[in-house]
């Protein structure tokens, strides 16, 4: 029996997957896989048995990929899997930075006893007026899953779209409509754009990436938009920029203290995902690859491991995986192993990323039969970090 923890509330469409020879577990300790969203890992001890994590959504800021990585923990994200319900709480979010619509819906609340709000709104209304985005230029940082199709659904409500992405993928270049201009140094997108929103991952890189100097680049009273990750954003450096009109409003996913200070800041509760429709695209999504690396040993859409797939086990075959170092000789000290003891290799394949592989290896121990020393022979060797009997 395969054991799954979730660490965060995971819509039951994905985990009523788990079915035969799966169960839910109540722990992290003992399981075999986690599913989690947004609950932080950094500092959350990671079981032996644990083999995979499975983040339903994009971000994997919470989560410690190399440690995972050195401990022969595989995590899987769900790309574009939430990617529609950001785009429309986007478009939302360029409508709060335009029109005061959070101040109307204020004024009102406040004056719900008022029996003559009818009239007093004619009169309040011109407090809370504001522009079209129509025709505005709009900057769209990052073109993945979300800022694609943010940049179509804004050429589409008849928007001047600029994108830059110096690392776009052929995929999502391809999905990009061909009305977007594309910018290849970010300045330019500061300096021209009347809206500008981020899509980029929370890396060390990315930190702070809106700081002093990119908000000094902007336009007069640009709005800036940030439903990827509050580390993005120098909060300083934005306080500033809101005070001094530099920029006119910032509207943000990521509520903190220091946000929460910030005049003309329109804050949102980190909503960006959460529709029933996102929460059960990831779930669906997660499950299945969580299932497919536990069942079959099929590696796709892993952040800290490369893709590698020899589809289901053939019958009659063991399937041996190694996640281990990308080293020179790896390969052959695993095939070794199996050739001194007389096992055939029937189909093999091994992939890298980065400082991580993994082999994948079909066995036919046919009349020899299976070495009982073969897994810890493979698991001493210089640089393995996990093996694992998949069938
Ligand atoms: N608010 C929410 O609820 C919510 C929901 C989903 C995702 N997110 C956040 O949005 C981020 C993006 O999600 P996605 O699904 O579009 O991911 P994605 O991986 O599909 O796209 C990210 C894009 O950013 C680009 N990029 C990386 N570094 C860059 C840089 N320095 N400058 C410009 N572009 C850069 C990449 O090339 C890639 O195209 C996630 O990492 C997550 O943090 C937030
Ligand atoms: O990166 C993501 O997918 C989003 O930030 C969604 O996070 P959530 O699953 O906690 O809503």
């Given at each position: 029996m395969?054991?799954?923890?979730?660490l965060?509330n995971?819509?039951?469409l994905?985990t009523?997957?788990?079915?035969?020879?799966?169960a839910?577990?109540?722990?992290?300790?003992?399981?075999d896989?986690?599913?989690?969203r947004?609950?932080s890992?950094?500092?959350?001890?990671?079981?032996?048995?644990?083999?995979?994590?499975?983040?339903?959504?994009a971000?994997?800021?919470?989560?410690?990929?190399e440690?995972?990585a050195e401990a022969?923990?595989v995590?899987?994200?769900t790309?574009?899997?939430n990617?529609?319900?950001v785009?429309?709480?986007?478009i939302?979010?360029?409508?709060?930075?335009?029109?005061?619509i959070?101040g109307?819906?204020?004024w009102?609340?406040d004056?719900a006893?008022?029996?003559?709000?009818?009239?007093?709104?004619?009169?309040a209304?011109?407090?809370?007026?504001?522009r079209?985005?129509?025709?505005k230029?709009?900057?769209?940082?990052?073109?993945?899953?979300?800022?694609?199709e943010v940049?179509?659904?804004?050429v589409?409500l008849g928007?001047?779209?600029?994108g830059?992405?110096?690392?776009?993928?052929?995929?999502?270049a391809w999905?990009?409509?061909?009305a977007?201009?594309h910018?290849?140094n970010l300045d330019?997108v500061?300096?021209v754009c009347?809206?500008?929103?981020?899509?980029?991952?929370a890396t060390?890189?990315?930190?702070?990436?809106i700081?002093?100097?990119?908000?000094?680049?902007?336009k007069?009273?640009?709005?800036?938009?940030?439903?990827?990750?509050?580390?993005l954003?120098?909060?300083?450096a934005?306080?500033?920029?809101?005070?001094s009109?530099k920029?006119a409003v910032?509207?943000?996913d990521?509520?903190?203290?220091?946000?929460?200070?910030?005049?003309?800041a329109?804050?949102?509760?980190?909503?960006?995902?959460?529709?029933a429709?996102a929460?059960?695209?990831c779930?669906v999504m997660a499950?299945r690859?969580?299932?497919?690396y536990?069942?079959?040993?099929?590696?796709a859409?892993?952040?800290?491991?490369?893709?590698?797939?020899?589809g289901?086990?053939?019958e009659g075959?063991?399937r041996?995986a190694?996640?281990?170092?990308n080293?020179?000789n790896a390969?052959?000290?695993i095939t070794?192993?199996?050739?001194?003891?007389?096992?055939n290799?029937?189909n093999?394949a091994?992939?890298?990323?980065?400082?991580?592989?993994?082999t994948?290896l079909?066995?036919?121990?046919?009349a020899?039969?299976w070495?009982d020393?073969?897994?810890e022979?493979l698991a001493a060797l210089e640089?393995?970090?996990r093996?694992?009997?998949?069938k």
């Amino acid at each position: 029996m395969r054991r799954i923890h979730c660490l965060n509330n995971i819509s039951p469409l994905g985990t009523a997957l788990l079915t035969e020879g799966y169960a839910l577990s109540d722990t992290l300790e003992g399981a075999d896989g986690a599913l989690v969203r947004s609950a932080s890992l950094h500092d959350v001890e990671l079981p032996e048995s644990l083999l995979a994590i499975a983040r339903a959504g994009a971000g994997v800021n919470n989560i410690p990929l190399e440690r995972c990585a050195e401990a022969g923990i595989v995590v899987f994200n769900t790309p574009g899997a939430n990617a529609n319900a950001v785009k429309e709480l986007v478009i939302c979010a360029l409508l709060l930075g335009s029109r005061d619509i959070a101040g109307g819906i204020a004024w009102c609340r406040d004056n719900a006893g008022d029996e003559n709000i009818a009239k007093a709104a004619e009169k309040a209304k011109k407090a809370f007026s504001g522009r079209e985005i129509a025709g505005k230029k709009l900057g769209v940082i990052g073109l993945g899953a979300i800022g694609a199709e943010v940049a179509n659904a804004a050429v589409g409500l008849g928007m001047d779209v600029y994108g830059y992405d110096p690392y776009v993928s052929v995929g999502a270049a391809w999905r990009i409509s061909s009305a977007v201009h594309h910018v290849t140094n970010l300045d330019d997108v500061l300096r021209v754009c009347d809206y500008l929103t981020i899509h980029v991952p929370a890396t060390d890189s990315t930190k702070g990436m809106i700081d002093a100097r990119a908000c000094s680049l902007m336009k007069d009273g640009a709005v800036f938009l940030n439903f990827s990750r509050d580390s993005l954003v120098d909060d300083e450096a934005m306080a500033a920029a809101l005070s001094s009109g530099k920029v006119a409003v910032y509207v943000t996913d990521f509520a903190n203290p220091a946000v929460m200070r910030m005049e003309h800041a329109v804050v949102l509760p980190h909503l960006g995902a959460s529709t029933a429709e996102a929460e059960d695209n990831c779930a669906v999504m997660a499950v299945r690859e969580l299932m497919d690396y536990l069942d079959n040993g099929t590696i796709a859409n892993s952040v800290n491991y490369p893709a590698c797939d020899l589809g289901p086990v053939p019958e009659g075959l063991r399937r041996v995986a190694v996640l281990h170092e990308n080293v020179p000789n790896a390969l052959a000290r695993i095939t070794n192993v199996f050739g001194d003891a007389g096992v055939n290799i029937e189909n093999m394949a091994n992939k890298s990323r980065g400082e991580a592989a993994y082999t994948l290896l079909d066995l036919d121990a046919g009349a020899a039969g299976w070495p009982d020393d073969a897994i810890e022979r493979l698991a001493a060797l210089e640089g393995v970090r996990r093996v694992r009997v998949v069938k």
